[in-house]
Every structure is written in structure tokens, then in C-alpha cells.
């Protein structure tokens, strides 16, 4: 560590989808960042694609690698999927964060989508929704990618350098971060492992739910974000995820 002290910036929205969060208790897919009504009274606010933006304090440098951190969580909020975590406001996700900003680096500590259904009758249908889950997950990193690009050719507002970004993901996180490095074609996403049980279908039709880029698919079901810029990035670090087959890890 080089610096002392790092500076936070909070809730800066990176895009906007449709969420999955409440489908399995009968509420209809609605936009990130919105909120619908609570039976018990009030609203219930879906989570927004957002990050928190790590900056080590008095860096005078402009030109700066990027980390992006996925926090760990099996795809569904703290507490209700049964584990103390489950958010990027995590105490163990902010101390990598700041020990990562105090390295000269800059960190978004990033929000992906929630979301599946644990209680559906079958063991197929569970793994089907969850893999969904993580489906949704690498979308929305690669369209966060997408948006640091954009940002850096109009005004690099946040100071990086992107031939240098780096995807680091906790547990589900780290799925999606070697998910995301190593899905990359349509044949991957139709191994026998991923077709559904009874009908043969792909569990993963990108002309339903859009490309790995999260490209195409129905407009009621996926929305494009920042088209046209690149979701390339250079490193991932998985601490403790998996990985849907080996056989997706290529040279």
C-alpha cells in the first residue's frame, strides 16, 4: 500500500435492465434501480446496476488500472439466501476495495443483477434458473466494461487506463468473472448439460435473453447498453468461484 487514505464515490449507475428479483413470488420482471409494491405496505426497491468508485486520495496520476470487484452472494440479497453476505457494501468486499485503491488502483466495486428461483418443484428447473442467474451476471459486467470505455473517450472522468482493466470476483462473483472470460460461443452455451431435460432446448436462448454481450434477444426481457464499444478486458481473478464446464477454459 501507497496511499494512506482512499476517497469513495457512491451509486453511479452504469446501465439498466430488467430485474428478476421478485419472479418467484409472482411479480412481473421490472427495470433495475425501480421499485413496486410491498403487500405489507410501502414499496420494495429493486437493486439499481450501480458501483462505488475507489480512488486512492491524492493520486495525481491519470492514466491507472482498473478493478472491477464482483462481490460473492449465490445470486440473491444477504440474509435471504441464508449467508451473512450477499452485497457489494460487504465489510470483506470494501477492505478489498480500499486495499486495492491505497495500490494506486482504481476500483468499482460493482452491483450485478439478482435473482432465480430456488423453490421451483425440480432439481433441472433450480439449476435452469440459476444459470440463468449467472447468464444475467456476465451481461451486466461487460456492459459495465463497455461503460468505463465510454467514459474514457469522452473525458476519462475517472482516470484509467484501458488497456488495463481487471475483473476480480468473490464466490458468485468469481463465476462470473471466468464465466465471463471464457463464454464466447453459441456451442458452449448448447452442451448436452445445458439443454433442457424434457423439451432439448438450450436453458440459454440468446434470441430470447440476448448474446453474452447482452446483445439481441426480446426487448421485454433484455435491454442494450452502451452498443458499440468493446467488452474487452485484460485480467480476471476468481477467489473461490466455479465455472459451468471445464471445457469453456480455453488457451
Known amino acids: 500500500e501507497v496511499f494512506d487514505s482512499v476517497t469513495v464515490e457512491t451509486n453511479i449507475e452504469y446501465g439498466m435492465n430488467y430485474s428478476v428479483l421478485l419472479a418467484g413470488f409472482g411479480v412481473p420482471l421490472v427495470p433495475t434501480g425501480s421499485e413496486v409494491p410491498n403487500p405489507a405496505g410501502g414499496t420494495i426497491p429493486i437493486p439499481a446496476l450501480e458501483f462505488d468508485l475507489y480512488q486512492p486520495a491524492g493520486d495525481t496520476e491519470t492514466n491507472r488500472p482498473l478493478v472491477i470487484v464482483l462481490h460473492t452472494g449465490t ?3 444477504i440474509i435471504a439466501n441464508g449467508n451473512p453476505t450477499g452485497m457489494r457494501q460487504d465489510l ?8 486495492y ?12 443483477r439478482l435473482g432465480w428461483n430456488p423453490f421451483l418443484p425440480t432439481e433441472p428447473e433450480r439449476a435452469a434458473s440459476l444459470m440463468r442467474a449467472a447468464y444475467r451476471g456476465i451481461q451486466d459486467v461487460k456492459a459495465a466494461i463497455r461503460y ?7 473525458g476519462n472522468t475517472f482516470g484509467i487506463d484501458t488497456s488495463k482493466i481487471i475483473i476480480c470476483g468473490q464466490g458468485t462473483g468469481g463465476w462470473i468473472a471466468t464465466c465471463l472470460n471464457s463464454v464466447d460461443k453459441l456451442s458452449e452455451l448448447q452442451l448436452p448439460k445445458f439443454l433442457d431435460a424434457v423439451t432439448a432446448m438450450p436453458l440459454i436462448d440468446t434470441a430470447v ?3 453474452w454481450f447482452g446483445y439481441g434477444g426480446m426487448p421485454q426481457l433484455n435491454m442494450e447498453n452502451h452498443k458499440g464499444y468493446s467488452s474487452e478486458h485484460d485480467m ?8 459451468g464446464d471445464i471445457s469453456w477454459l480455453e488457451a
Not at 148 to 154: L, V
Not at 236 to 243: K, R, T, V
Request: charged content about 20%; overall charge negative; hydrophobic content about 45%.
Open 75 to 77: 445470486f440473491a440479497p
Open 92 to 99: 470483506a468486499t470494501v477492505a478489498i476495495c480500499e486495499s
Open 101 to 112: 485503491a491505497k495500490r494506486g488502483y482504481v476500483v468499482a466495486n460493482l452491483e450485478y
Open 148 to 154: 468505463f470505455r465510454m467514459d474514457y473517450e469522452n
Open 209 to 211: 435473453y440476448g448474446d
Open 236 to 243: 480476471i481473478l476468481n477467489m473461490g468461484g466455479a465455472i
